[in-house]
């Protein structure tokens, strides 16, 4: 089965920074990734699917990237309200397997 | 207004069984794959099943295979999880969780969640 790694699995950083999480696959998954947010205590949404697409009402500063092994969510200016954390899944095929998670924190 | 509704979480000793169901609305529920997720306390996301909107294909992850069914009745718009021979790392919240489209899709809409607890 394809294993899915995140990096970092937690990062702190001030509010207005640029965020970078990876996400990287075992082996190539074309662009059949997705990124999810848990907010804590929350049910995880749906950030971005197809590696790129911004899924309806996720705010421009998300964005994704990749395809392949190796994908990017990046958060332009980090918020207060993005506090979470942040899981990739692939979806070429089953298992549909999530990666570890990064948990994002204001410095 | 699409919604997930789970019910029939709750304790059980380890070997026992439980059926978990989730209640949808709001959408066409026939035309969707849906998923099962669950969540350890203070884990990460695992994928556990999947089934297509007409019920003919069932994708299971391989540490509930053989022992985890995934149904539907789409004349009630209902989803089941007949989970048997439980363990104790099977402790869980259990999501249901609507696909964008098919059973490889990304998962759009997701429930609040039933905890399921096994242990003696």
């Known amino acids: 089965d394809i294993q899915m790694t995140q990096s970092p699995s937690s990062l702190s950083a001030s509010v207005g920074d640029r965020v970078t999480i990876t996400c990287r696959a075992s082996?190539?998954?074309?662009?059949?990734l997705a990124w999810y947010q848990q907010k804590p205590g929350k049910v995880p949404k749906l950030l971005i699917y197809?590696?790129?697409t911004l899924q309806s009402g996720v705010p421009s500063r998300f964005s994704g990237s990749g395809s392949g092994t190796d994908f990017t969510l990046t958060i332009s200016s980090l918020q207060p309200e993005d506090v979470a954390t942040y899981y990739c899944?692939?979806?070429?095929?089953?298992?549909?397997?999530f990666g570890g998670g990064t948990k994002v924190e204001i410095k | 207004e699409v919604q997930l509704l789970e019910s029939g979480g709750g304790l059980v000793q380890p070997g026992g069984s439980l059926r978990l169901s989730c209640a949808a609305s709001?959408?066409?529920?026939?035309?969707?794959?849906i998923t099962w997720v669950r969540q350890a306390p203070g884990k990460g996301l695992e994928w556990v099943s999947a089934?297509?909107?007409?019920?003919?294909?069932?994708d299971y992850a391989a540490s509930v295979k053989g022992r985890f069914t995934i149904s539907r009745d789409n004349s009630k718009n209902t989803l089941y999880l007949q989970m048997n021979t439980l363990r104790a790392e099977d402790t869980a919240v259990y999501y249901c969780?609507?696909?964008?489209?098919?059973?490889?899709?990304?998962?759009?809409?997701w429930g609040q969640g039933t905890l399921v607890t096994v242990s003696s």
């Open positions: 969780a609507k696909t964008r489209s098919g059973m490889v899709a990304a998962i759009n809409y």
């Open positions: 709001g959408f066409t529920f026939s035309a969707y794959a």
């Open positions: 089934i297509s909107g007409s019920g003919d294909s069932t």
């Open positions: 082996q190539g998954i074309r662009n059949y």
């Open positions: 197809a590696a790129s």
């Open positions: 899944q692939k979806y070429n095929s089953a298992p549909l397997t």
